[in-house]
T-cell receptor, first 116, second 114 residues
Framework: AQSVAQPEDQVNVAEGNPLTVKCTYS??????LFWYVQYPNRGLQFLLK??????LVKGSYGFEAEFNKSQTSFHLKKPSALVSDSALYFC??????????????FGSGTRLQVQP | DSGVTQTPKHLITATGQRVTLRCSPR?????VYWYQQSLDQGLQFLIQ???????AKGNILERFSAQQFPDLHSELNLSSLELGDSALYFC?????????????FGSGTQLSVL
């Protein structure tokens, strides 16, 4: 079964420090992996995706994520956190064999709190 | 601004009632998705349409139905509402609905069932 897990409900980090938001997945095939961010009272916004190729993916607002096939992980990272990065982050997965009968499956979300 | 428009932004109604949520996708996008976000269930996929046809179905209740019209806007109909249907309902769109496309989300409709 296709699933995605975000093991941390909340991550706290000080401004200027590196941040990591964790995501692990389970799919019966090669995955397409996504990160989205949700700011208060807003819809989700796309950050980045892994389809194929380089395991390190760079996205919007200085975020990047590393695809690790052996650990089935796709952790979101940023070298230096900003207070404005505080938001709810969602990892999502599909797999390449998907004929379109299943849409994007989202994790439960991780709230990132960046302290000044 | 994602280009996806959802109306209304807020909806307050009573149990047993029926409501309609509306979504206009980004210009040129043919595929529309509906998601339900609640505190206990997280973000749940309900249904996807592509160019007027249903493409994928998720955890959508039988009391709920949706359609996509020729002008590509979509409506989600929720009937016989229960307290547990209170949630934030998101619409998203993408150009062709293929597996590697990013989704563009609207700001959502907050439904409160009293």
């Amino acid at each position: 079964a296709q699933s995605v897990a975000q093991p941390e409900d909340q991550v706290n980090v000080a401004e200027g420090n590196p941040l990591t938001v964790k995501c692990t997945y389970s799919v019966s095939g090669n995955p397409y992996l996504f990160w989205y961010v949700q700011y208060p009272n807003r819809g989700l916004q796309f950050l980045l995706k892994y389809i194929t190729g380089d395991n390190l993916v760079k996205g919007s607002y200085g975020f990047e994520a590393e695809f690790n096939k052996s650990q089935t992980s796709f952790h979101l990272k940023k070298p230096s956190a900003l207070v404005s990065d505080s938001a709810l982050y969602f990892c999502a997965v599909r797999f390449q064999g998907d004929t379109g009968r299943r849409a994007l499956t989202f994790g439960s979300g991780t709230r990132l709190q960046v302290q000044p | 601004d994602s280009g996806v428009t959802q109306t209304p932004k807020h909806l307050i109604t009573a149990t047993g009632q029926r409501v309609t949520l509306r979504c206009s996708p980004r210009s040129g996008d043919l595929s529309v998705y509906w998601y339900q976000q609640s505190l206990d269930q997280g973000l749940q996929f309900l249904i996807q349409y592509y160019n007027g046809e249903e493409r994928a179905k998720g955890n959508i209740l039988e009391r709920f139905s949706a359609q996509q019209f020729p002008d590509l806007h979509s409506e989600l109909n929720l009937s016989s509402l229960e307290l547990g249907d209170s949630a934030l309902y998101f619409c998203a769109s993408s150009p062709t609905g293929t597996v590697n496309e990013k989704l563009f989300f609207g700001s959502g409709t907050q439904l409160s069932v009293l």
